[in-house]
Antibody
Framework: DVQLLESGGGLVQPGGSLRLSCAASGFRFSSYAMGWVRQAPGKGLEWVST????????YYTDSVKGRFTISRDSSKNTLYLQMHSLRDEDTAVYYCAKGGRIAAAATDYWGQGTLVTVSS | ETVLTQSPGTLSLSPGERATLSCRASQSVSSTFLAWYQQKPGQAPRLLIY???SRATGIPDRFSGSASGTDFTLTISRLEPEDFAVYYCQQYGSSPLTFGGGTKVEIK
């Protein structure tokens, strides 16, 4: 069975940094695009970033460009999201999302999410 | 950026009734790249439909999707108690990927 387990969330001050991890299992990790989707408290879903299966192509929503970096380690079957210069508006549950063999694919599996709270 | 507008915001129906949810795109979206998700409180979203009309693995056939130009529809033929939730459409054909604002299907 496909499993995605996020970790690394927590409380951080504005301007701070945090790194999220997503441990994947149950599928050939390096063959699939992966991404992050977030959901602010009481709000809808917002796509954050996607990385290709090979890791050589990345995509970001405008509001996180230059602040967040998505990466993956196929030897560890793990996806990462390094977040810098965090803002109040980055407060959300961050979901790890499994895509398809190409970047343009629906998310067929989701992790349970990890909460990031940016507050002083 | 492709904006997806979902309507209605809330749909109040009874079990056994038919639910029709709408998602309108601000510009052309290939049917190949439109998905629907269901989310229940405290849970991660679940993929229902991809490619506008293909059901994901394990999704009951009471869920169906269709497309007409820039209008996409999710239909639940007969609501079961477990279907009361929030539903989101998403386009994944162009960056930035975008979601609609969601439709809440609540018990009347």
């Amino acid at each position: 069975d496909v499993q995605l387990l996020e970790s690394g969330g927590g409380l951080v001050q504005p301007g701070g940094s945090l790194r999220l991890s997503c441990a994947a299992s149950g599928f050939r990790f390096s063959s699939y695009a992966m991404g992050w989707v977030r959901q602010a408290p009481g709000k809808g879903l917002e796509w954050v970033s996607t990385i290709s299966g090979s890791g050589d192509t990345t995509y970001y929503t405008d509001s996180v460009k230059g602040r967040f970096t998505i990466s993956r380690d196929s030897s560890k079957n793990t996806l990462y999201l390094q977040m810098h210069s965090l803002r109040d508006e980055d407060t959300a549950v961050y979901y790890c999302a499994k895509g398809g063999r190409i970047a343009a694919a629906a998310t067929d599996y989701w992790g349970q999410g990890t909460l990031v709270t940016v507050s002083s | 950026e492709t904006v997806l507008t979902q309507s209605p915001g809330t749909l109040s129906l009874s079990p056994g009734e038919r639910a029709t949810l709408s998602c309108r795109a601000s510009q052309s979206v290939s049917s190949t790249f439109l998905a629907w998700y269901q989310q229940k409180p405290g849970q991660a979203p679940r993929l229902l439909i991809y490619g506008a009309s293909s059901r994901a693995t394990g999704i009951p056939d009471r869920f169906s999707g269709s497309a007409s130009g820039t209008d996409f529809t999710l239909t639940i033929s007969r609501l079961e108690p477990e279907d009361f939730a929030v539903y989101y459409c998403q386009q994944y054909g162009s960056s930035p990927l975008t979601f609609g604002g969601g439709t809440k299907v609540e018990i009347k």
